[in-house]
């Protein structure tokens, strides 16, 4: 995939603009997006996180599908060499069986038939799976927390400085030689 220097709080930023043109997120969630203005940079492929971050923010999406409150929270954070990626949303939750198999593949709790869905994606059970895939073999962790009637929150911890560091061509393709 194409490495460039990634810049998470503008990625997320471009992320939710994609997901405003859904009808869901246009008219009925509030969205909240926290950021340092200050936030590092670094080398990663763009469309790993790119991907992950859209399944993320569609899962929680579609968590508040039906919910009265319908607010999606999100945060970045940087404690030293990690950024903390935090997804919060007011959906019905999870209870503990469905939350320890959330992130099994092909494990889902959507109906195939839901109307309007695409069903290979959408019923699937892959959009986690495959976020928590793509961020853990770019070395993330990918952590979440939910309650019945209390919502979800998917924390994503990036060591962004070793990521970096795992890129070093890109360093190099920025110079320029005269």
């Known amino acids: 995939g ?9 990625l997320v930023e471009n ?10 997120l246009k008219h009925k969630i509030e969205v909240v ?3 340092p203005a200050d936030l590092p940079e670094f080398c990663a492929p763009y469309r790993d996180f790119s991907i992950a971050i859209d399944h993320i923010l569609t899962n929680a999406i579609e968590a508040m599908e039906n919910m009265e409150k319908q607010v999606l929270n999100v945060a970045i954070e940087q404690h030293g060499e990690l950024l903390f990626l935090s997804v919060e ?3 019905c939750g999870m209870d503990k069986e469905t939350l320890s198999r959330a992130l ?3 494990f889902t709790t959507k109906k195939p038939e839901c109307p309007g869905k695409n069903p290979e994606v959408r019923a699937m059970g892959i959009g986690l799976t495959h976020a928590a895939m793509l961020l853990e073999g770019l070395g993330c ?3 979440l927390q939910s309650a019945p009637g209390s919502g979800t929150t998917v924390a994503v911890s990036i060591p962004f400085m070793s990521i970096d560091e795992s890129y070093p ?10």
Do not use: I, Q
Not at 15 to 24: A, N
Not at 169 to 178: D, P, V
């Open 104 to 106: 099994e593949p092909f």
């Open 15 to 24: 992320e939710l603009l994609f997901h405003k043109g859904d009808p869901r």
């Open 89 to 91: 949303d007011t959906g």
């Open 33 to 35: 997006f926290e950021h």
């Open 141 to 143: 962790k990918l952590e």
């Open 169 to 178: 061509e890109t360093h190099e393709s920025n110079r320029t030689f005269g």
């Open 2 to 10: 194409d490495v460039v220097r990634l810049n998470l709080a503008d």
